[in-house]
């Protein structure tokens, strides 16, 4: 599965290596936070790891899809065609088992700009945080998980 370097700067944009944020989340660790959770997808998306986007998928999330084989190839399509151009959490909480995140993904396809801002909604389930779904706050994204 595509990884990003453990010593480059983490795609999320946290300012930290990658082995230090997002890194041990992709290779199995329990995000503490939503946040945590969420970053490690955005990160996941910017490097192809379809896999930890299907896996952080809740159950019930409206964007889970039943044939889990096309769902990574669409997913594999999707992060080859973006290019990640970076991440901003404007906020971020947790009350109990639900969490929310805040966020600005800024991202380009083709060579337009496909940036998007989304307030996204986390269950957590045996002790991992989950992503649920998410309302935009830009009408015309693009399709994702
Ligand atoms: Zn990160």
């Known amino acids: 599965m595509p990884r990003p370097s453990a010593n480059a700067p983490c795609p999320c944009g946290s300012g930290t290596k990658a082995k230090g944020c997002c890194l041990p989340v992709l290779l ?30 809740h159950p ?15 997913l594999r399509r999707y992060c080859a065609a973006v290019r990640f151009l970076g991440l901003t ?22 060579g337009r700009d496909v940036s998007f801002g989304e307030d996204s909604r986390f269950r957590r389930v045996d002790g991992r945080w989950l992503y649920v779904d998410g309302a935009r706050r830009t009408p015309d994204g693009p399709p994702r998980a």
Request: no cysteine; glycine share 8%; proline share 4%.
């Open 60 to 74: 019930d999330s409206p964007h889970r899809e039943a044939d889990v084989r096309a769902w990574a190839e669409e």
């Open 28 to 57: 199995g660790a329990a995000p503490a936070t939503p946040e945590a959770l969420m970053r490690s997808r955005y990160t996941a998306y910017a490097s192809g790891d379809t896999g930890h986007l299907i896996r952080t998928t």
């Open 89 to 110: 959490v404007d906020t971020s909480g947790e009350d109990g088992d639900t969490g929310r995140v805040r966020f600005y993904a800024r991202m380009a396809l083709d």
